[in-house]
């Protein structure tokens, strides 16, 4: 059973920066597309960027346009998410997840609800103001 496993969540100041990774316990065949969506106490869960295993072309919210970079590292099964400029409103778990069936736009199009293949347990962000 291939789990994903994210790291780099913590607490930091407003305008600070994170990276988080994402890394799969094998390699994940078929996978055409790895995201990631996060989710504010008390709010439903939403996309924050996703990224095609292949041609590695992304696709982001346009929340975290411009702030946040989604890569990939294909030899590692990782993923990562590169945020800057933090906001207090960016404060949530952080949910990793990947599938074979998906692109990029359409892993923003579908949301959370979507049955991808796989999920992470989720790590948390905590900006303070």
């Known amino acids: 059973q291939v789990q994903l496993v994210e790291s780099g969540g913590g607490l930091v100041q407003a305008g600070d920066s994170l990276r988080l990774s994402c890394t799969a316990s094998a390699r994940i065949f078929s996978t055409s597309a790895m995201g990631w969506f996060r989710q504010a106490p008390g709010k439903e869960r939403e996309f924050v960027a996703a990224i095609n295993w292949n041609s590695h072309s992304t696709y982001s919210a346009d929340s975290v346009k411009g702030r946040f970079t989604i890569s990939l590292d294909n030899a590692k099964n990782t993923v990562y998410l590169q945020m800057d400029s933090l906001k207090p409103d960016d404060t949530a778990v952080y949910y990793c997840?990947?599938?074979?069936?998906?692109?990029?736009?359409?892993?923003?199009?579908?949301?959370?609800?979507?049955?991808?293949?796989?999920w992470g347990q989720g790590t948390q962000v905590t900006v303070s103001s």
């Open positions: 997840t990947a599938d074979s069936g998906v692109t990029p736009q359409t892993m923003g199009v579908l949301g959370p609800d979507y049955e991808y293949d796989y």
